[in-house]
């Protein structure tokens, strides 16, 4: 069929963006631009319990996706990872409907699979070939593999103490891996002046309009797991806020659809105290998401100073009333050990960081025992060795 059924528009001043051409993001408002798909008309068309029957994996919501013809997906695998009850941590916390989404079973060990399958799979059928971007690690890692096996060049730049298993990631892709002093966002300004000397398309979080669009997936397969009926509470571990907003969007599709009530969960932000930007600006009422300053955390996907979805981060925050939490990176230690001891899972250290997140909600009387909670797992320990 054709695909022509979506428009990129600025969600702050509503200007539309050609989706048949590359686009970046609203200039004018500095802002993220997103896909608007023609919902009505699916709603007539697009059957959620056919798509339920579908071979399993992230492109069985193909209509939902901004890939116009099929045969132009790039992918590894990526999606429908398990959502697992916590039975041992649960009880512990006398929490009956405790659930971690664990995302470490993706392709190259991570949620930015989802994203980087979908932004390189468009970004290849609009003829973009050779890609740049800035990158706490993870990122960088799953763009150098979709580039590769689309047989496209990817330049990555990312700070020098990123964790080893993830730089030799990335240069055993056959990427071109260059290693920065200092962090992510200096490593983005160095990324964006090669990509402006070279002509290299980047995807940076939200400087294009499709990684959130992988991410989004995440929302569909929880509301799908829970019989269509989303869960009280989800705990996401926020650098970029790609996941986040991504999640946000769906549940607004999925009602659009018909597939889901209004109800929607209260979405949590969780950071390092050692790099807690968006928890700041939630705290004190900002509309915008100040600079962090020496940013520092074992959590490498949580140091990330700068927030370039800021408002619409906090948006999400704000309209689901949810909240934004910040833990220590000894927490995080201690809930990484309990998720591997108890439950089996080695999370990574940004995928331990919502259980302590859990535990300080519980403790104020934030979150309740009885309500349906989601953590989310975002990639796996082992490339934190």
């Known amino acids: 069929m054709t695909r022509e059924t979506y428009t990129l528009i600025c969600p702050e001043c509503g200007a539309h963006f050609d989706p048949t051409q590359p686009q970046s993001y609203c200039r004018s408002c500095n802002s993220p631009i997103l896909a608007k798909y023609d919902l009505t008309a699916f709603s007539r068309s697009l059957d959620r319990d056919e798509i339920s029957a579908r071979p399993r994996g992230m492109w069985r919501w193909r209509e939902l996706l901004p890939v116009q013809n099929h045969s132009n997906v790039i992918t590894l695998g990526e999606g429908d990872t398990p959502l697992l009850r916590l039975e041992k941590i649960g009880s512990n916390l006398r929490c009956s409907n405790l659930f971690v989404k664990d995302e470490a079973l993706n392709p190259t060990g991570t949620f930015k699979a989802r994203g980087m399958a979908t932004a390189v799979s468009r970004a290849v059928e609009l003829g973009i070939r050779e890609f740049v971007i800035p990158t706490a690690g993870n990122a960088g890692g799953a763009l150098a593999f979709y580039a590769g096996r689309a047989g496209c060049k990817a330049h990555v730049y990312m700070p020098s103490d990123t964790p080893v298993p993830i730089q030799t990631e990335v240069k055993m892709s056959g990427a071109d891996l260059h290693l920065i002093d200092g962090l992510i966002s200096d490593a983005a300004r160095i990324a964006a002046a090669a990509a402006a000397e070279h002509g290299w398309f980047d995807v940076s979080t939200f400087k294009e309009p499709y990684r959130v669009e992988g ?171």
């Open 215 to 385: 991410k989004k997936i995440m929302g569909y397969e929880i509301a799908e797991s829970m019989e269509w009926k989303l869960p009280d509470v989800i705990i996401y571990p926020t650098g970029g806020g790609t996941g986040l907003v991504g999640m946000w969007k769906a549940f607004d599709e999925m009602e659009a659809l018909g597939w889901i009530d209004s109800r929607r969960p209260r979405m949590v932000t969780v950071q390092s105290n050692g790099c807690a930007p968006v928890v700041r600006a939630f705290q004190h009422r900002a509309e915008r998401v100040e600079f962090w300053q020496n940013a520092s955390t074992i959590a490498a996907g949580l140091r990330v100073p700068a927030v370039f979805a800021d408002r619409l981060v906090l948006r999400c925050l704000r309209q689901s009333s949810g909240t934004a939490i910040s833990v220590t990176d000894e927490e995080i230690l201690t809930s990484q050990r309990e998720l591997a001891a108890m439950e089996g899972i080695w999370a990574a250290p940004e995928g331990a960081a919502p259980l302590a997140a859990l535990k300080y909600l519980l403790k104020i009387g934030w979150c309740h025992s009885d309500e349906k909670i989601v953590l989310f797992n975002t990639g796996s320990g082992l490339k934190y060795i």
